[in-house]
C-alpha cells in the first residue's frame, strides 16, 4: 500500500495564479482532510470529507476550495492564490467506525506564492 | 470549540538527558489524544494515542504519554533521548463526536534539538 500521497511535492505560484492539489489514499478510508501547517501554529484544518461526494469546512477554509468526486481522491483547489497561503499542506485520511480514527499523513506539498 | 496548547515552543536537551512535552486541552466530553511526531523533512507519524483504559500509554522509540483527565493533560514523556529524536511534537485531540468529522485540533508544536 503506498498510503497517503500527494502531488506535486513542491509549486511556486503568483499571486492571482490557481492550482490544485491532489491528494490520493488506498487504504479505503471514508474520511479525508487537508491540513496547512505554518511555524508555530501547528496543523489547521482548512476542508475535510466524511465520504465521496461530500465536503465540509475546516478552521481556515477561506480561500480554498475541495471536492471529493472518488473516494480515494481529494482535491484541495486555490482559485487566485496569495502570499498568505504560503505554507506546507498536508493530506490525510482516516477509517470510520468512530471509536478508530487516527489520521494517516501524506508527505505534504510546500506551496509558495509570490 | 475545543482548543490544544502545549507550552514549550522548543526544547534543546543533550543525548541522554529526559525529555517531557506539556500538553494541556480543553474540551468538556470525552476524547481521544494523540501525540505525533515530525522528523525533519517528513510528514506526520503517529507517535501513541490514547482512546481509554490505562491512563499511561506506551508509544513507539521508547515514548510515553499519562492522560490526566483532571488536568486536561497529555504529557509526552521519555526518559532517555537519542539525537534521533530530533524532530517536532504535536499533541492532538479529538472530541470523539462522529458527526463533526472525527475532526483532530492540533496544538502548535514544539521543536526539540537534541545535541549529540
Known amino acids: 500500500n503506498a498510503g497517503v500521497t500527494q502531488t506535486p511535492k513542491f509549486r511556486v505560484l503568483k499571486t492571482g495564479q490557481s492550482m490544485t492539489l491532489l491528494c490520493a489514499q488506498d487504504?479505503?478510508?471514508?474520511?479525508m482532510y487537508w491540513y496547512r501547517q505554518d511555524p508555530g501554529m501547528g496543523l489547521r484544518l482548512i476542508h475535510y470529507?466524511?465520504?465521496?461526494?461530500?465536503?465540509a469546512k475546516g478552521e481556515v477554509p477561506d480561500g480554498y476550495n475541495v471536492s471529493r468526486l472518488k473516494k480515494q481522491n481529494f482535491l484541495l483547489g486555490l482559485e487566485s492564490a496569495a502570499p498568505s497561503q504560503t505554507s506546507v499542506y498536508f493530506c490525510?485520511?482516516?477509517?470510520?467506525?468512530?471509536?478508530?480514527?487516527?489520521?494517516?499523513f501524506g508527505p505534504g506539498t510546500r506551496l509558495t506564492v509570490l | 470549540a475545543q482548543s490544544v496548547s502545549q507550552h514549550n515552543h522548543h526544547v534543546i536537551l543533550s543525548e541522554a538527558a529526559s525529555l517531557e512535552l506539556g500538553c494541556n486541552y480543553s474540551?468538556?466530553?470525552?476524547?481521544?489524544l494523540f501525540w505525533y511526531v515530525q522528523y525533519p523533512g517528513q510528514h506526520l507519524q503517529l507517535l501513541l494515542k490514547?482512546?481509554?483504559?490505562?491512563?499511561l500509554v506506551k508509544g513507539i522509540k521508547g515514548f510515553e504519554a499519562e492522560f490526566i483527565k483532571s488536568k486536561f493533560s497529555f504529557n509526552l514523556r521519555k526518559p532517555s533521548v537519542q539525537w534521533s529524536d530530533t524532530a517536532e511534537y504535536f499533541c492532538?485531540?479529538?472530541?470523539?463526536?462522529?458527526?463533526?468529522?472525527?475532526?483532530?485540533?492540533f496544538g502548535g508544536g514544539t521543536r526539540v534539538l537534541v545535541k549529540p
Open positions: 490525510a485520511s482516516s477509517y470510520d467506525p468512530s471509536s478508530y480514527n487516527e489520521q494517516f
Open positions: 487504504m479505503n478510508h471514508e474520511y
Open positions: 492532538a485531540v479529538n472530541s470523539m463526536i462522529k458527526a463533526a468529522g472525527n475532526k483532530l485540533t
Open positions: 490514547y482512546f481509554s483504559g490505562d491512563p
Open positions: 470529507s466524511v465520504g465521496e461526494g461530500t465536503t
Open positions: 474540551y468538556g466530553g470525552t476524547v481521544n
